[in-house]
């Protein structure tokens, strides 16, 4: 593992119980991401893209294997632990953007720094700045009732990016969009990985967009594979 090494998985194996007995998603995954890299995941619908995210960060456990972060052993960890991982370490954006209705766009990107203990102006101060990177500065005050499908998930872009993560895992992040909408999403993103030196695994059936990353891996029959 180099020092350039941010996430690391060894012989990840993944199980699901079924009345027909156990589906192994999940078969020996390998995988090493460098810092500001940009990597693409795709494969066939069912083919275990997600559930690999999740396991990547720590929502979920693999059966067997190992996750290394920033040369840190995670597996083994408690949840509270690993709570606190993900808070500080890992930002997640989603094919459907999960913003909170009831909050505006400011609100719901300074959440996760809320929910971690940092001082309300300090991540106030943070989730404008953030906005008016993703060119949302004159929406702060709206709720997500009130955003078009392309500014919700630009949102949720931000919030992602709000505790400064050096790994951000991305799960169809403009599957959900239209051309336009998602082209724009992408190109935020790439722009404040470089910016940033930030780390980002995408899960995307794109395969035009996935073909502009740093490199695509395929999941197929449980394993990783590069393209």
């Given at each position: 593992?180099?020092?350039?090494?941010?996430?690391?998985?060894?012989?990840?194996?993944?199980?699901?119980?079924?009345p027909?007995?156990?589906?192994?998603?999940?078969?020996?995954?390998?995988?090493?991401?460098?810092?500001?890299?940009?990597?693409?995941?795709?494969?066939?619908?069912?083919s275990?893209?997600?559930?690999?995210?999740?396991?990547?960060?720590?929502?979920?456990?693999?059966?067997?294997?190992?996750?290394?972060?920033?040369?840190?052993?995670?597996?083994?960890?408690?949840?509270?632990?690993?709570?606190?991982?993900?808070?500080?370490?890992?930002?997640?954006?989603?094919?459907?953007?999960?913003?909170?209705?009831?909050?505006?766009?400011?609100?719901?990107?300074?959440m996760?720094?809320?929910?971690?203990?940092r001082?309300?102006?300090?991540?106030?101060?943070?989730?404008?700045?953030?906005?008016?990177?993703?060119?949302l500065?004159?929406?702060?005050?709206?709720r997500?009732?009130?955003?078009s499908?392309?500014?919700?998930?630009?949102?949720?872009?931000?919030?992602?990016?709000?505790?400064?993560?050096?790994?951000?895992?991305?799960?169809?992040?403009t599957g959900?969009?239209?051309?336009?909408?998602?082209?724009?999403?992408?190109?935020?993103?790439?722009?404040?990985?470089?910016?940033?030196?930030?780390?980002?695994?995408?899960?995307?059936?794109?395969?035009?967009?996935?073909?502009?990353?740093?490199?695509?891996?395929?999941?197929?029959?449980?394993?990783?594979?590069?393209?």
């Open positions: 593992m180099s020092d350039r090494t941010i996430l690391s998985a060894r012989a990840i194996h993944k199980a699901f119980a079924s027909a007995g156990p589906i192994r998603v999940l078969r020996g995954v390998d995988l090493e991401v460098g810092r500001g890299e940009m990597t693409a995941i795709v494969g066939a619908s069912g275990g893209k997600t559930t690999l995210l999740q396991v990547l960060g720590t929502l979920d456990a693999p059966d067997s294997g190992e996750l290394f972060f920033a040369g840190r052993r995670l597996t083994g960890l408690n949840e509270t632990a690993l709570a606190v991982h993900r808070n500080a370490n890992i930002g997640f954006i989603f094919q459907f953007h999960h913003l909170l209705p009831e909050f505006t766009a400011l609100e719901n990107v300074m996760p720094g809320l929910i971690g203990g001082g309300k102006e300090e991540m106030r101060n943070r989730a404008l700045a953030l906005l008016d990177q993703v060119n500065s004159h929406r702060t005050d709206h997500s009732g009130e955003l499908g392309g500014e919700q998930q630009r949102v949720a872009l931000a919030r992602a990016l709000v505790m400064e993560p050096a790994l951000l895992l991305a799960d169809e992040p959900n969009l239209d051309s336009a909408s998602g082209e724009r999403v992408f190109s935020l993103l790439r722009e404040l990985s470089r910016s940033r030196s930030l780390a980002v695994v995408m899960v995307t059936h794109n395969m035009e967009l996935a073909a502009s990353l740093d490199r695509i891996l395929t999941l197929s029959d449980g394993l990783l594979t590069a393209c």
